[in-house]
T-cell receptor
Framework: AQSVSQHNHHVILSEAASLELGCNYSYGGTVNLFWYVQYPGQHLQLLLK??????LVKGIKGFEAEFIKSKFSFNLRKPSVQWSDTAEYFC??????????FGAGTRLTVKP | DVKVTQSSRYLVKRTGEKVFLECVQD?????MFWYRQDPGLGLRLIYF???????EKGDIPEGYSVSREKKERFSLILESASTNQTSMYLC?????????????FGQGTRLTVV
């Protein structure tokens, strides 16, 4: 089965700083890749997804991610974070067997 | 609007009780999932189902079972609740194939076993 690693457990940034959250997966087949966000007290919401085509995908709220197949990576980026981006971010991978697995999550704190 | 509904937001159960967590989706999705979410561990897959009466084990199925008698409903059963099953439980659903296979999540059930 596939697995997902998120290397940053807690990231603290000031407003307007740039963000990059790492995500690596292990799976030999075709994958669908996702980033989800969980704001305090809310359910998980999809930020963006990759399933084919352009490896640079754009999502909601100014987020983007780049799929690098050779590195098994799908890092999340945002050029300038806002206080409202404070949340927990989860990377997920779905393989051919339809199960979806998540990383341990990265908690982002943005200081105003 | 897409909806995944979990029957309870909060539950408190006693050790040894049999516990049922219910999940219903209204999107005609084939896939349904149960996860538990614990701080520092992220979401761990307990079971998933890709069709009625079908089930597949995830990474941590011990102590749990599932039931899917209808396409829209997926139940998680704790046969004999234990304190180490205190957690947030998340249900999700998705289409089986195609590009739009992202999972949609319910609000979660916070289960406390005392």
């Amino acid at each position: 089965a596939q697995s997902v690693s998120q290397h940053n457990h807690h990231v603290i940034l000031s407003e307007a700083a740039s963000l990059e959250l790492g995500c690596n997966y292990s799976y030999g087949g075709t994958v669908n890749l996702f980033w989800y966000v969980q704001y305090p007290g809310q359910h998980l919401q999809l930020l963006l997804k990759y399933f084919s085509g352009d490896p640079l995908v754009k999502g909601i709220k100014g987020f983007e991610a780049e799929f690098i197949k050779s590195k098994f990576s799908f890092n999340l980026r945002k050029p300038s974070v806002q206080w409202s981006d404070t949340a927990e971010y989860f990377c997920a991978v779905k393989g051919n067997n339809n199960d979806m697995r998540f990383g341990a999550g990265t908690r982002l704190t943005v200081k105003p | 609007d897409v909806k995944v509904t979990q029957s309870s937001r909060y539950l408190v159960k006693r050790t040894g009780e049999k516990v049922f967590l219910e999940c219903v989706q209204d999107m005609d999705h084939e896939n349904m999932f149960w996860y538990r979410q614990d701080p520092g561990l992220g979401l761990r897959l307990i079971y998933f189902s890709y069709d009625v009466k079908m089930k597949e084990k995830g990474d941590i199925p011990e102590g749990y079972s599932v039931s899917r008698e209808k396409k829209e409903r997926f139940s998680l059963i704790l046969e004999s609740a234990s304190t180490n099953q205190t957690s947030m439980y998340l249900c999700a659903s998705s289409f089986l194939r195609g590009g739009a296979t992202e999972a949609f999540f319910g609000q979660g059930t916070r289960l406390t076993v005392v």
